[in-house]
């Protein structure tokens, strides 16, 4: 089934990955609005149907975005989707397990749990 989420049409599998809402699009404008054309890597934990993983890479060309899902079926359309739309080289799309993330910083891999994060926040900002 097809949806329009930020004037994309984007694959959605309703009953088996959360389709994007429209009020998900204020989200999308807020981070492109703050980005500003910056280059930035982006996490995007619970990524779904890849909707704002792939509305911001398609509508900014300096982003690289990882985004991460628990569930397999959510993984294989982000990624079906990112490619359909041609930002499938800067969408990496993986599928997490249990409750732990992996990021990069300073081309450094960090794992946290999510319980973790407001600290990995905190230590992230210290170190910039």
């Not at 409750?99 to 230590?123: K, V, Y």
Request: charged share 25%; with cysteine; net charge negative.
């Amino acid at each position: 089934m097809k949806k329009t989420f930020y004037d994309l049409q984007l694959e959605t599998a309703p009953g088996r990955v959360f389709t994007p809402r429209p009020t998900t699009e204020q989200l999308v404008e807020a981070a492109l609005d703050r980005i500003d054309g910056v280059p930035m890597r982006i996490a995007d934990v619970g990524t779904g149907s890849g909707a704002i993983a792939v509305a911001l890479a398609v509508n900014n060309p300096n982003v690289e975005i990882w985004a991460t899902d628990t569930n397999e079926d959510a993984v294989e359309l982000a990624r079906a989707n990112a490619e359909r739309l041609g930002v499938a080289d800067r969408v990496h799309v993986l599928q997490q397990t249990g409750g732990s993330i992996l990021i990069q910083f300073h081309g450094q891999p960090l794992s946290a749990d999510c319980w973790q994060l407001e600290d990995l926040r905190a230590e992230l900002e210290n170190a910039a």
